[in-house]
């Protein structure tokens, strides 16, 4: 509760600090924001020949939409992801580059995470609306569905903060922190359905005479329900199950509670160790 | 009167790592946690400070006087104790740390001004202060990463000192920008203390701390020695620790107590002591000392700086080849200037005891004496005079 007023009484140096954020990021760039369009631009192409065009990669038929694009299929799951990769390997960051204000002036540190967070769903939200903008265009209504898109990208953003909480703290004691999510982040990425259906993913497999629920577990995965959603909204056009939402809002709202509770704990020597 | 800032037992322990683990593996080779010794940079230390007090932290290097500001500013959390500040607190430590290279000074105002606490109206109210203040309104709108350093310090000055904060703490910044600036500064910080705000200096300089604070703390080694009025704390510092009799003039930097340098007077060619010199005239630095013990041929130095600060020249009794017999008690050693050749305006003398060997200064006292060199029939511009004469060619 008191973090919260402590990020309401501060909410305009966050907003001065993501509009920092924005402004620096382009800055001494000829595209300047082009650019945040020109890279995931690049990454459907890539996804679109590589597992489209040469490894056949069929997209389901959205049911009711009627929809079959495979880079329409892409899009819908790999604008959100792209939020979640950029803003967990970001905020990761936020502390150690920022070193230099948290040695002499005193603010809410959680800012520096939030505002980074922050900054990139400002470039997700208009990505979000470019999809939406094609959407209507190869003809799929997602106007109704919009309210709840909006619910999932609060519960994401939380998400997100809530591992940028966790980890940007623990990555100034131990820089390791960082590459460890390197490493982790195309795992993710690939145990996530963003460039295939989820169907592709056998229900049981069997190994050495065994059957294990490989999909059941697949499906544990936060960032599966999360990516589902966001797919059945704009791709199917119909509403996600209850059930997955309320996975999502758990994982979310649990996360920022920890990360919030680690980042206290290790915000006590912030300023000694970064 | 109600305290400003009440610090109650207060400890801060730093960490010294003799192998720092900053990565996991290292972590995990060599056992759960780095090797670290606890350092008390300060140890249970309590004192209030008066509302609408200027109030002096003085001490050696790694006294822990700068922690102490720290943890008064939040960035530092104290171990043990705590810290009470009333109203808003702002902290002169760096200056412009929060400005962003890429972004204008504008852009940098307005994202500093935020990190201080102040809303976009305040600074919107303020901002045509602030830039007034820094004196860069041209350049408000260029990226800072093209400012000079003193644009850029003064660009975080303005903004910081402008947050109307009730309690104001600073870290020897001051010392930045020209002369000019310097002054705009000091006037501002004589309004915040005729308008009761309360002032926590950190200072090296006695001297400032003297003539700026109302109180002061003495912190050493993390502890607080003393806490009182500023006068009494410098007079117990200069004695104590820097075993100085505080009643010769001047600030001492280092001293080891074999000899003691005890002021420096200026005598003009009638033989009567001045500290009024004209520009091409005779005159004899005369530096008294008092022997405590016997030391072989110490070497005496002596340096002038100007008001700006800056080493105008410097010399020493060995460079000339002269050896010096000292005997306990009371001596002096003159400086003999046949014609004094620096341009008119305000010089310090610093003066020094070498040993032999010339490493070890036995005393050295920074700010031994001020004088003053004013233009006679001789003129010159710059810092210094040739001396010379005009002839006419034939």
């Known amino acids: 509760m008191n973090q919260l007023r402590e ?42 020949v590589v597992f489209g065009v040469f490894l056949k990669v069929k997209a389901p038929i959205g049911d009711p939409s009627g929809q079959g694009n495979f880079v329409l299929f892409l899009l819908c799951a790999l604008i959100p992801w792209n939020f979640f990769s950029n803003g967990v390997t970001q905020s990761i960051e936020s502390l150690v580059v920022n070193a230099g204000l948290i040695r002499k002036v005193y603010f809410p540190r959680e800012l520096l995470v939030a505002s980074t967070i922050g900054g990139l769903l400002v470039t997700f939200l208009i990505e979000l609306g470019v999809v939406i903008t094609v ?140 | 009167m109600t305290a400003a800032v009440i610090v109650d037992h207060v400890s801060k322990r730093y960490r010294l790592y003799h192998e720092r683990n900053q990565s996991l593996k290292a972590s995990l080779l060599r056992g759960r946690r780095a090797r670290y010794e606890d350092f008390m940079a300060l140890d249970d230390v309590s004192f209030e400070i008066k509302e609408g007090t200027t109030f002096g932290l003085i001490g050696e290097n790694g006294s822990g006087k700068s922690t102490m500001l720290k943890c008064m500013a939040r ?43 102040l809303s976009r109206r305040e600074i919107d109210a303020l901002f045509d202060e602030i830039v007034d203040f820094s004196g860069i309104e041209q350049f408000i709108d260029a990226p800072v990463k093209n400012y000079s350093s003193g644009m850029y310090v003064r660009l975080g000055f303005a903004v910081a000192i402008n947050v109307d904060p009730a309690v104001l703490l600073i870290d020897e910044v001051l010392a930045v920008g020209d002369q000019e600036f310097q002054n705009k500064c000091t006037d501002k910080i004589n309004q915040f203390r005729s308008e009761g705000r309360t002032i926590v200096v950190v200072s090296h300089s006695l001297s400032s701390v003297g003539d700026l604070c109302d109180e002061a703390a003495l912190i050493e080694h993390g502890h607080l020695v003393k806490v009182g009025p500023a006068s009494e704390t410098i007079d117990h510092y200069l004695s104590e620790i820097l075993s100085i009799d505080p009643a010769t003039l001047g600030i001492a930097r280092r001293s080891t107590g074999e000899i003691k340098l005890q002021g420096v007077e200026l005598i003009s060619v009638n033989g009567a002591a001045s500290d009024v010199v004209e520009l091409g005239e005779s005159v004899t630095f005369r530096f008294h000392y008092d022997v405590k013990e016997s030391v072989e041929s110490p070497v005496f130095g002596m340096s002038l700086t ?50 032999s060997t010339q490493k070890t200064p036995i005393h050295e006292v920074g700010n031994l004496h001020t004088f003053e060199v004013v233009a006679g029939a001789l003129r010159t511009s710059g810092i210094t005079s040739l001396g010379g004469v005009w002839r006419a060619g034939a």
Request: aromatic fraction near 10%; charged fraction near 15%.
């Open chain 2, 75 to 117: 960035i530092l959390r104290p171990d043990g104790g705590s810290i009470t500040t009333r109203g808003k607190v702002s902290a002169l430590l760096e200056l412009g740390a929060g400005f962003h290279p890429e972004l204008s000074g504008r852009e940098n105002v307005y994202l500093n001004g935020a990190i201080l606490g």
């Open chain 1, 7 to 48: 990020y309401y009484e501060r909410r305009e140096l966050l907003s001065n600090l993501v509009l920092r954020e924005l402004r620096s990021r382009y800055k001494r760039s000829a595209l300047g924001w082009t650019w945040s369009l020109l890279n995931p631009l690049s990454s459907v192409l890539i996804y679109w």
């Open chain 1, 135 to 274: 959407l209507l265009i190869a003809g799929n209504m997602v106007l109704p569905w919009l309210p709840i898109v909006v619910l999932l990208v609060i519960l994401q953003t939380l998400l997100v903060l809530g591992i940028g909480l966790l980890l940007s703290g623990a990555n100034v004691y131990f820089r390791d922190v960082r590459h460890f999510v390197n490493l982790l982040m195309p795992m993710l990425f690939y145990s996530t359905p963003v460039v295939y259906p989820i169907s592709y993913v056998p229900v049981n497999w069997q190994v050495a005479g065994r059957s294990i629920p490989l999909r059941s577990i697949y499906e544990m995965n936060p960032l599966v329900q999360l990516v589902s959603a966001y797919r059945a909204l704009l791709y199917d056009l119909t509403f996600p199950s209850i059930g997955s939402l309320a996975y999502i809002a758990v994982w979310s709202i649990g996360l920022v509670l920890v990360g919030q509770f680690v980042f206290n704990r290790l915000d006590h020597r912030l300023a000694e160790e970064v």
């Open chain 2, 306 to 355: 100007s008001s700006e600060g800056a080493l105008v020249t410097g010399t020493n009794s060995k460079d000339q080849g002269l050896l010096t017999k000292v005997s306990l008690g009371l001596g002096y050693v003159d400086l003999v200037v046949p014609r004094l050749l620096v341009a008119k305006g305000r010089y310090h003398v610093t003066g020094t005891i070498y040993d």
